[in-house]
């Protein structure tokens, strides 16, 4: 009852109310009363409403406003760290050198009010959210904290009053279990309903949750509150059951319980059936998990061997913690609301707003220690809940964004790990989650295999779903505490050892032999993946912490425990000695973790490595793996993989590619020489050539068989083998190179291959995963280094357009000593890239003069290897390497097939390398202990030096009855010349036969194993022979049977060598005697194969003197001729080689040259701009346009001719809308851009708006159809036309339109908006003008000059403009110039032609066309620098179509006759006073002279003239017009004087006229200003409001000199046009000059009569001027009724305009984003996905918004059509490139804005700070106001208005 009159009352006088109730000591009834209230409030069966809400805050806030008590709050907050929490999508800051955390992260407002000046930061998009660490000591230095969370706030914030958060301790409990028994309500369980139910439950929940985000924002005082009750158990106990009378809060917790059950890792009932009872700890859960039923386990207790994948065969693997805490495994128990809280946000996947609250606490400390617990208890179940849900990937972005909070902080990771079994709880929930998809491993055995190994084709792998599970493993294993407890634990690390083991071997590829596989599987992006992140990651954690003596212990517990697990592994899969045939794993990281560990163990700790070592039959097994991988790669790159998809090359590469290569094939290199250097090298080297299967082709003899290779792929095969063999024996990463030589061999060969960008230098540059790792990409070392080993390339802008970043290439030092082919080809993704790289140094060696052929790769000197290592060495020395590398010496030098350069190279290098590291123990070389060796009889000792110059005669070799040798021997015996051939050879050689001929590998590889496995048991090595084993890699019942047969050889590879070079120089004595005597190994470093052989001579003739000597002896023998049977055929080859390949050489030549004069003669015809068709628009005077007509080039059908009427010919154009001129400025300097709330941009005073103004002030006063006459529109919209200079038949072009519209291939242009290519030259254009057929003959008498008076002249003029306008005769001409002229309307929008008040009349039309005229001069100008200084060789008027234009406009004039009452030209020469009565009353009179614009006048007389025009008339109509601007000019001055300035110069003016009253003195300016002005002074208020802005302006005096100037500025840009359109009309010259001398030059071309500086000396009257300007002057006066204010802005309008500027940009890239991208879009006030600005006027955009669009078209097209007339340059600020709209196309352009390094960073993906690019932006502006972006960007495509 009392509760429902509550309810009645007022919120606020209640609470007040029961606020002071509560505040007395006896406070029961206030509790009573609010615990019925609450109960009525916060009924759960009456949902969440509002009402609620407001209830809450009012009490809360006990009386006051809700909004008041939160500012109270905010007062007492005491935090000192920001824990602002943000979702995805945020912009954050990260700084490396402040913080100690790598996942340490800073909002932008305490980034910027810290002090990060040259820190190494960035600046990144949230992926999953974060919270700023600023103020945190434990991830980040105090050094970076903002001002803000320097100070620590907490001491002088006031205690908090008690009675204020008195309500919120008594009220938030009860809000809180409301909250949890609705989530309770709410919840079913996903499988019986839809994801949708759940969102349902959440939205109507939405505003509490709100409500509580918005109490944690309260600050320290409340978050202090919330911690206390969300911790509280006592409040929890009370609450959670609910009363006992409810029958609601009974069925609410019954829910709550079944919810509970699913959540331990085992449930319920398994439990009981599993292990008996609770108290027998988790430990048969734990072996549940890790065989996959723990059933089996419990029944078969005995040690078996099969217990499942071998884990119980050593010990039983119990959880470490298992006695201590069983609950990892257990159901979940809560109590308090934080973990009954969370136990919900995991059951309803991770709601944004549950987990932004439960992040905003963190800041108080005690909460964020209970929090992380909870967080730690509820892991396993958060591990169940993410592999059930549908929404893995946004759940797995919450899971990170939590507990990246929690885990980052070494102190919080220990503690945890301490109390709460963390690295117990992740590696068992690791192993639990993979547990679910582990299918049998088939390699090896594929029955009987015992292995497990997880499936890639699983979800879990597939999606990653593993990944926040793994990230927060990798993250906690980052601390060194909680590593080292990880690496003391064994029992941990063996239960990990068996989750590595799971990756041991999965994705299995099985080569196809028959058919191509159907489908190709993509699960190889999984596997990869999953072992980089689940299995490598944490390897580099933990070795970070194994780096120093201390941790020796460590390591050898690892290498302990890798070697175990190795060996269940080969039990498991059942391996003896030989891998399976055609089956291959990339996988392996078992033997991974093995290697790095040794690796680490002996560079860092200084262990012994024999002492890690397992038994030789140990490291032959562990070898074979990654043997079969470098020999599976090999296959891989041969194709003989073809038929298993492209994915396999896709495996291939990405097993070297940058971010796995250090995590694979390093190790995998580095486990193989461990091996080679303790195994038997004759063992290692047959091992070798039997995996890479080209054992058969290792023969003496020309012809073989191959049991498993075509022969196509044998070449490939035995490449592959021996670069195998060259990187084992010189790659040195793990063998003693120091960091730092590392870091510089991998800089050198990536940027060998290619110059490279900064940031590809760091993406490509293998970093060790662990971020804490010290090689961090960006460290000082990696630029000290990057700056030692390359030089920068300042970006550049090419031609072409392509924008160039700045980028890194090799110093030449570099590539002269340091340059490392081995390197990069084990660095190489693709095959290509070392072709690019022995280019490039091909182009080196070539320009710094060394070499200019065909360069070899340099051999390059090796860092000294690693005392550990010594034993590699021996694989150079060892006789089954010499007899390989012997044959191979002898097939090359015989042209035995499949032989190449690349395998003499590789053989050359090998004996180079045994040459540069000679084998350490001499005892060796004293005694070769003749056991029973098969290859004794080859070379007596080990040492290559010594066997270099070994004889050997001869061999015994199988081959097939059909080889040419058997064919020899069988001839001799036919001829049977030398009896003494059979009987004498055999006897007397037939003992040495026998012992020197048969060369197995797989023999001898079989033998050796025998040996190392019986060596155990004292068995003599010699009782042992191998079986024979060469059968089994012979095909049975193969066709032709072998037959063995003995080679006379009698060569040493000292002999072979020398051979090889004669052969390869073409020369019987390429080596004289004299040569050994001066030799220097050291000159020959550079140079192509010849060099390699004379280096490696060289090499042995100083090592060794009894080399020296055989040398000598066989450069001695003067080379008798080779006896011809053996050599002929390979010579005679060799001889018809090189004379073909000199032919073929010859005939290129030949091609080249002829190809190089065609493209000349087209370069000329089609770039060179004095060509035919352009003379004739510019040089029509010159002589043979006088005798004929002007001739065109068709370019489609290459006839030359006349453009007639019948068939004209056209020139090709773009027609495009134009605002550049609207755009220009008065001032030289362009806007600013702002960056600032303060700044704008006013548009007011650009041409265009200045222009409308001064139209539309025009027509409010005068007749319209004056109007319109009197200006030019186009400023804004205007149309302007270009060609590329080439013209075409109309016809011709016709039918080219026909076939690009039937061509169905998509190009970048719309055809049926008449879009096409130049077909010559390519140049986007969208019309053909036509050209007027040239009447050579007229040009003569266009150009005589007459002496005719002005008066004359100006009648004459006058009469042609009375001709009526002669109607064209219909022809194909003529319908081609209505058709270009309706192009051109179409060209611009409407608006942009109707600026009359009757819309479609012809003065609209009129207007519109001879503005056109205009717009395209004033553009010339512009692109002339906006003046003519520079004289006619400007780009821009070389293909100019102004000529063409000019006439096509004209011909269209002529159809509008001007009436002649009304024709300015009589008002221009004849004084008329009589017409004043004329205005009728309501008629508006004409606008008047003075008003006019003369530019305009101009090209109306001109264009509406009979053409051709003679040039007299022409110049008369200049001077006629100039004088008018001249009036115009001093009138405009006199308006800027003073009173008193006015005063006086209309005096002197006056005195003047009076003195001089002689002709003359209308050619003073002094006489006419004076003049003028007392005229002007008539009218009652031209002079009358000398307003302040005068005075201003006259604030200096003038001076005779500043008059002169002035004027001459004034009537500059009126005698430029006039100018350019005598040259474009007349073809006249335009000479250079100075800026000063521009006014006289111009008047001297136009024929004004000036020579004089002065610029009155120029007029020219032809009836009184001072009769004329006071005619002029009174038609000003006449208007006393408009408002004088306007007249005077009329008047004094100045035509001058600075260049047109896009705006000045900030010079740092963040200046812009920070202030635009969180800014709000004007129309709909939310902040833009894709905010962009406009380059020209600043307007602010939405990209693609939909809020901004207007019938169907986004707001950047829109903006594009406004602002440019459908041309805009946008910036996208979230992305910092540029776009450019044009029409309906659009393009990215690149970005003005790059890094320190010269790239750009497209969507700010590296975050780095930008800098303003200044060249970039001037090519940019450059290319709008040249109106190129469509000839210069290729890249376009349509945006259908959606931009």
């Known amino acids: 009852m009392m509760a429902a009159s509550l309810l009645r009352r007022d919120k606020r006088s209640t609470a007040a109310h029961l606020k002071a109730d509560l505040k007395r000591t006896d406070n029961s009834s206030g509790l009573r009363q609010l615990r019925e209230l609450l109960d009525n409030v916060l009924h759960p069966e009456r949902g969440s409403e509002p009402e609620a809400l407001e209830w809450c805050k009012s009490l809360l806030a006990g009386g006051d406003g809700f909004d008041e008590f939160c500012r109270t709050v905010r007062s007492y907050d005491n935090a000192t760290l920001c824990g602002l929490v943000w979702t995805a999508n945020f912009v954050a800051y990260r700084c490396r050198t402040c913080g100690i955390s790598p996942c340490m992260s800073l909002c932008a407002e305490c980034f910027n009010n810290g002090d990060h000046t040259g820190h190494d930061f960035n600046m990144f998009r949230s992926q999953a959210g974060g919270a700023c660490d600023c103020g945190d000591g434990n991830v980040m230095r105090e050094s970076g904290f903002c001002s803000r969370h320097r100070l620590q706030t907490g001491e002088n914030v006031p205690s908090v009053p008690l009675d204020l958060l008195l309500m919120s301790e008594m009220v938030l409990p009860r809000f809180i279990i409301s909250i949890i028994q609705y989530l309770r309500d709410g919840y079913t369980e996903p499988e019986s309903a839809a994801d949708r139910d759940l969102q349902k439950v959440l939205q109507q929940l939405d505003l509490h949750i709100s409500f509580l985000e918005e109490l944690t924002k309260m600050g320290g005082a409340m978050r202090t509150v919330l911690t206390k009750i969300l911790t509280n158990q006592q409040i929890f106990k009370e609450l959670s059951m609910g009363q006992e009378e409810s029958v609601y809060a009974k069925s609410n917790y019954e829910k709550y319980l079944s919810a509970l059950k699913s959540s331990g890792l085992v449930s319920v009932e398994e439990k009981g059936a599993g292990a008996g009872a609770s108290d027998t700890p988790a430990g048969a859960g734990a072996l549940g998990l890790l065989g996959a039923a723990a059933s089996l386990e419990d029944s078969s207790k005995e040690e078996d061997q099969d217990g499942l994948q071998g884990v119980g065969q050593r010990k039983r693997v119990k959880l470490s913690s298992s006695s201590k805490d069983p609950s990892i495994m257990d159901t979940l128990k809560h109590k308090c609301f934080l973990e009954e809280l969370l136990f919900w946000t995991i059951k309803y996947e991770f709601p944004q707003k549950m987990v932004t609250f439960l992040l905003n606490m963190l800041p108080d400390q005690d909460y964020k220690i209970t929090f992380t617990k909870t967080f730690v208890q509820h892991y396993a179940f958060i591990m169940k809940t993410l592999m059930k849900s549908h929404e893995s990937d946004t759940m797995s972005n919450r899971i990170v964004h939590i507990s990246v909070q929690l885990f980052s902080n070494e102190e919080l990771a220990r503690h945890v790990t301490e109390e709460c079994q963390l690295l117990d709880i992740m590696v068992t929930v690791l192993l639990y989650m993979m547990e679910s998809c582990l299918i049998k491993s088939q390699l090896q055995d594929e ?177 074979v793996h990654p043997l079969q991988i470098q020999a599976s790669l090999s296959e891989i790159h041969s194709n003989m993989w073809v038929r298993n998809g492209l994915q396999i090359k896709g495996q291939a590469m990405t097993y070297v590619q940058s971010h796995f290569c250090n995590s694979m094939i390093d190790p995998d290199i580095y486990l193989l020489q461990v091996c080679a250097s303790r195994l038997d090298p004759d063992y290692f080297i047959s091992s070798v050539f039997e995996r890479f299967k080209v054992v058969d082709l290792l023969t003496m003899a020309s012809q073989h068989q191959n049991a498993v290779l075509d022969s196509e792929q044998e070449r490939p095969m035995l490449e592959g083998a021996l670069t195998f063999l060259v990187i084992l024996s010189s790659l040195r990463v793990h063998l003693g190179m120091s960091d730092d030589e590392i870091l510089r061999a991998e800089i050198v060969s990536q940027l060998c291959m290619n110059d490279r960008t900064h940031s590809s230098l760091l993406d490509l540059i293998p970093e060790n995963p662990n971020p804490k790792s010290g090689v961090v990409p960006g460290s000082c070392s990696f630029e000290e280094m990057l700056a030692a080993v390359a030089d920068f390339k300042a970006p550049v802008f090419e031609p072409g357009g392509s924008m160039q970043q700045g980028m890194y290439t090799p110093k030449a030092e570099v590539w002269e000593k340091e340059f490392d082919p081995i390197m990069v080809i084990l660095r190489t993704v693709y095959r290509r890239d070392v072709q690019s790289a022995m280019d490039r140094y091909g182009a080196f060696l070539k320009q710094s003069g060394v070499h200019t052929g065909n360069p070899w790769p340099p051999y390059k000197e090796r860092t000294p290897l690693h005392p550990c290592y010594k034993g590699l060495v021996r694989l150079l020395h060892c006789k089954t390497l010499h007899i390989v590398i012997f044959t191979l010496l002898y097939k090359i030098w015989m042209d035995h097939q499949n032989m190449s350069e690349h395998v003499l190279c590789m053989v050359l290098y090998l004996i180079e390398l045994g040459l540069d590291n000679p084998v350490q123990d001499n005892q060796v070389e004293e005694e070769p202990c003749i056991e029973e060796h098969c290859h004794d009889s080859w070379f007596p000792g080990t040492s290559l030096l010594s066997n270099l110059h070994h004889v050997i005669n001869f061999v015994r070799v199988r081959v097939p009855e059909t080889a040419p040798e058997v064919e020899r021997k069988r001839a001799r015996e036919r001829e049977r010349e030398t009896p003494a051939s059979t009987s004498s050879e055999s006897s007397s050689f037939g003992q040495n036969l026998r012992e020197a001929q048969v060369f197995s590998l797989v023999a001898e590889r079989r033998r050796k194993f025998q040996e190392i496995i019986n060596r155990s048991n004292h068995e003599a090595s010699q009782a042992v022979r191998p079986k024979s084993s060469s059968s089994r890699w012979l095909p049975p019942g193969s066709p032709p049977q072998l037959v063995t047969e003995i080679l006379e050889i009698g060569e040493s590879m000292l002999s072979l060598l020398v051979k090889l070079h004669q052969k390869l120089s073409g020369k019987q004595n390429s080596l004289s005697l004299s040569w050994l005597a001066e030799v220097d190994p050291a000159h020959h470093a550079h140079g192509d194969g010849l060099t390699a052989i004379e280096r490696v001579l060289a090499k042995a003739a100083a090592r060794s003197r009894h080399s020296k000597r055989c040398l000598q002896e066989i450069c001695g023998q003067v080379c008798p001729p080779i006896p011809l049977k053996k050599n002929s055929p390979g010579d005679k080859k060799s001889m018809d080689k090189e004379e073909r390949r000199q032919r073929a050489r010859e005939r290129q030549q030949k091609l080249l040259a002829e190809f190089a004069s065609r493209q000349k003669s087209f370069m000329e015809t089609a770039m060179d701009v004095e060509s035919p068709e352009t003379d004739s628009v510019m040089d029509m005077g010159s002589a043979e346009a006088l005798d004929s007509e002007v001739l065109y080039d068709c370019v489609i059908c290459g006839q030359s001719g006349p453009s007639t009427e019948d068939r004209p010919t056209g020139l090709v154009v773009l027609l ?624 259908y208005n959606g931009l």
Not at 472 to 483: E, G, M, R
Not at 519 to 533: C, I, K, P, R
């Open 1216 to 1839: 495009q809308a134009s605002s550049v001129l609207g755009h220009r400025c008065r001032s030289d300097t362009p806007k600013r851009l702002p960056t600032t709330d303060e700044e704008h941009i006013s548009p007011e005073d650009t041409c265009g708006a200045t222009h409308d103004v001064r139209l539309s002030l025009m027509q409010r006063y005068f007749k319209d159809s004056s109007c319109l006459q009197s200006v030019s529109i186009g400023w804004v919209g205007g149309v302007y036309v270009q060609t590329c200079g080439h013209t075409l038949h109309i016809d011709c072009h016709k039918s080219y339109m026909e076939s690009l519209r039937n061509d169905q291939v998509l190009q970048g242009f719309s055809v049926d908006k008449g879009e096409f290519t130049c077909p010559l030259c390519r140049q986007f254009a969208n019309s053909v003008l036509p050209c007027r057929p040239g009447r050579g003959m007229e040009t003569g008498a266009w150009h005589t000059p007459s002496n005719k008076s002005m008066s004359t002249l100006v009648k004459e003029v006058e009469d042609l403009q009375e001709q009526l306008g002669i109607f064209p005769a219909e022809s194909n001409l003529s319908k081609e110039m209505e058709s270009v002229i309706k192009d051109i309307k179409n060209t611009t929008q409407k608006k942009y032609m109707d600026y009359g008040k009757n819309p479609g009349s012809p003065d609209n039309d009129f207007l519109f066309m001879y503005s056109v005229a205009r717009t395209n001069l004033e553009l010339e100008l512009v692109h002339r620098g906006g003046n003519l200084c520079s004289g006619g060789a400007s780009a821009a008027a070389k293909r100019s179509c102004l000529n063409q234009l000019f006439h096509v406009l004209a011909m269209h004039m002529r159809l509008y006759s001007i009436d002649s009452a009304y024709n300015p030209w009589t008002r221009l020469t004849q004084s008329t006073q009589s017409r004043d009565n004329e205005y009728c009353g309501d008629e508006r009179p004409e606008v008047p002279m003075l008003f006019r614009d003369v530019p305009s006048l101009l090209i109306i007389f001109i264009l509406t003239m009979p053409q051709p025009l003679r040039k007299e008339h022409f110049t008369c109509v200049v001077k006629v017009l100039y004088s008018l601007q001249y009036t115009q000019a001093l009138a405009a001055l006199s308006v800027r004087f003073s009173p008193e300035e006015r005063l006086v110069w209309s005096n002197t003016g006056a005195a003047k006229k009076v003195l001089q009253n002689t002709p003359n003195s209308d050619k003073s300016w002094e006489s006419l200003l004076g003049h003028v002005i007392s005229e002007l002074t008539k009218a009652k208020d031209v002079y009358g409001t000398n307003s302040e802005e005068t005075l201003v302006l006259s604030s200096s005096v003038w001076s005779p000199q500043s008059i002169e100037f002035s004027l001459q500025q004034f009537c500059l840009p009126f005698l430029r046009l006039s100018c350019l359109l005598q040259h474009h009309l007349y073809g006249d010259s335009l000479p250079g000059c100075l800026v000063e001398e521009e006014f006289s030059l111009l008047a001297g071309c136009l024929g004004l009569a000036g020579s004089a500086q002065s610029s009155a000396a120029c007029l020219e009257w032809n009836i009184s001027a001072f009769d004329l300007i006071s005619q002029w002057c009174s038609e000003v006066i006449a208007l006393s009724d408009t408002p004088s204010q306007q007249s005077v802005s009329l008047l004094g309008q100045d035509p001058q305009w600075a260049a047109p500027r896009l705006l000045h940009l900030p010079d740092n890239y963040n200046t812009i984003f920070q202030f635009y991208h969180r800014k709000s879009c004007t129309s709909c006030g939310k902040t833009p996905k894709d905010p962009a600005l406009c380059l020209v006027c600043g307007a602010f955009v939405c990209l693609k918004g939909h809020c901004c669009k207007q019938q169907g078209v986004c707001e950047c097209v829109l903006h594009s059509q406004h602002c440019g007339a459908a041309t805009g340059i946008f910036l996208l600020i979230n992305a910092s490139v540029i776009i450019i709209i044009r029409g309906h196309r659009f393009c990215l352009w690149g970005s003005v804005y790059l890094d320190a390094h010269g790239e750009e960073d497209r969507d700010l993906r590296r975050g780095k700070p930008l800098y303003l690019c200044e060249e970039r932006y001037r090519v940019l502006e450059q290319q709008w106001v040249s109106h190129t972006f469509d000839h210069i960007n290729k890249r376009w495509g349509p945006h």
């Open 447 to 623: 029955e009987n295999n015992r292995h497990v190994v997880v499936n890639c084709g699983e979800a879990l792998l597939k999606n990653n779903t593993y990944w926040p599970l793994v990230s927060d493993f990798i993250n906690i294993l980052s601390h060194q505490s909680v590593a080292k407890r990880f690496l003391e634990d064994h029992s941990l690390l063996l239960l990990w050892m068996s989750f590595v083991s799971f990756f041991q071997g999965m994705n299995l590829n099985k080569r196809e032999l028959s058919e191509h596989v159907e489908f190709e599987s993509q699960t190889y992006y999984a596997a990869f993946a999953a072992e980089l992140e689940a299995c490598a990651q944490p390897m580099w954690g933990l070795l970070t912490h194994c780096k120093v003596k201390e941790t020796h212990e460590y390591t050898r517990t690892v290498v302990r425990y890798c070697l175990e697990t190795l060996q269940m592994w080969f039990d498991a899969i059942g391996f003896v000695d030989e891998p399976a045939l055609h089956q291959l794993t990339f996988h392996l990281p078992l033997h991974r973790y093995y290697a790095m560990f040794l690796s680490k163990g002996v560079k860092c700790q200084g262990l012994d490595l024999d002492s890690l070592l397992p038994d030789q039959e140990m490291l032959m097994k562990i070898m």
